[in-house]
Nanobody, 113 residues
Framework: QVQLVETGGGLAQPGGSLRLSCVAS????????MIWYRQAPGKSREEVAAIDSAGRTSYADSVKGRFTISRDNVKKAVYLQMDYLKPEDTAIYYC???????WGQGTQVTVSS
């Protein structure tokens, strides 16, 4: 079955950290460019970070220096380490593979004191 499953969301305090995981199945993960998106209430979905098959990364300006994307091709997983979280990071975070327009179910991240 071709799918992406995200885990790791939850509640964090401002300045805190969370680590999201996305495990892939049913396709050749190591060849795939993987992207984390997020969607806050009332806003459109935005790209947060991406990593290609060679490990090259890119980040939205709003998360540069705070978030780190990485991948483990053996585990078929992509991660998003989120540090120095802010309330405006509150959103549903989605894992995405652009080829075939494959999306995970999303995981809620809430940053609040």
């Amino acid at each position: 079955q071709v799918q992406l499953v995200e885990t790791g969301g939850g509640l964090a305090q401002p300045g805190g950290s969370l680590r999201l995981s996305c495990v892939a199945s049913g396709f050749t993960f190591s060849f795939s460019r993987m992207i984390w998106y997020r969607q806050a209430p009332g806003k459109s979905r935005e790209e947060v970070a991406a990593i290609d098959s060679a490990g090259r990364t890119s980040y939205a300006d709003s998360v540069k220096g705070r978030f780190t994307i990485s991948r483990d091709n053996v585990k078929k997983a992509v991660y998003l380490q989120m540090d120095y979280l802010k309330p405006e990071d509150t959103a549903i975070y989605y894992c995405h593979r652009s080829t075939g327009n494959l999306w995970g179910q999303g995981t809620q991240v809430t940053v609040s004191s």
